[in-house]
């Protein structure tokens, strides 16, 4: 099994900063097969980036991904207000399929 | 535009068995697979499984293996994770998904709202 390790646990940042979330994988993964979810609060996630870089049907520019092997990175380059939550990465490459434990973005 | 709309919250004791349904809308929906995921209160996702539409083909979670059946109604647009022995550390919202084929793996692009399990004597 492949286990990804999100970091930081907590990032606190504030609005219109720039945010780096990283996601670490314990063997290699193909870059097709990373993707980003955001959480927000009683809501169900919600799909950011495939493939590693590709974004998402309606996801803002802002957010971009990155990263091959076993290190990839999820950057927001200016913090809204409604970026204030949780992300996973997760591997869709080998079964079972897994998922980070999640980075809190929270307001500074 | 594309929907997946789950059943209601259930309570069920241990040992029972949960049904949750996924009615989906707005898509072909042989054309894509289903994937289930599982989130404990206050905790992370767990990924159940994936269920490909066209073939009824199924990949569940080891942990899983032997309660979870993941099935589909093709006249109805409808997927059900049924999951059976209930235990307490099942408790938890489940989600099914829109499963995308790319590279060669299954990702989720559209979520249902969540349908809440409690176990509980």
């Known amino acids: 099994e492949i286990v990804l390790t999100q970091s930081p646990g907590t990032l606190s940042l504030s609005s219109g900063e720039r945010a780096t979330l990283s996601c670490r994988a314990s063997?290699?993964?193909?870059?097709?097969?990373l993707a980003w979810y955001q959480q927000r609060p009683g809501q169900a996630p919600r799909l950011l980036i495939y493939g590693a870089s590709n974004r998402a049907t309606g996801i803002p520019d802002r957010f971009s991904g990155s990263g091959f092997g076993t290190d990839f990175t999820l950057t927001i380059s200016r913090l809204e207000p409604v970026d204030f939550a949780v992300y996973y990465c997760q591997q869709y490459g080998s079964s079972p399929y897994t998922f980070g434990q999640g980075t809190k973005l929270e307001i500074k | 535009q594309v929907q997946l709309v789950q059943s209601g919250a259930e309570v069920k004791t241990p040992g029972a068995s949960v049904k949750v349904s996924c009615k989906t809308s707005g898509y072909t929906f042989i054309a894509y697979g289903i994937t289930w995921v599982r989130q404990a209160p206050g905790q992370g996702l767990e990924w159940m499984g994936w269920i490909t539409d066209y073939s009824g083909n199924t990949n569940y979670a080891q942990r899983l293996q032997g309660r979870v059946t993941m099935t589909t109604d093709t006249s109805t647009s409808t997927a059900y994770m049924e999951l059976r022995g209930l235990r307490s550390d099942d408790t938890a919202m489940y989600y099914c998904?829109?499963?995308?084929?790319?590279?060669?793996?299954?990702?989720?692009?559209?979520w249902g709202q969540g349908t809440l399990v409690t176990v509980s004597s």
């Open positions: 063997q290699s993964v193909s870059s097709s097969n």
């Open positions: 998904s829109r499963a995308v084929w790319y590279g060669s793996g299954w990702y989720s692009d559209y």
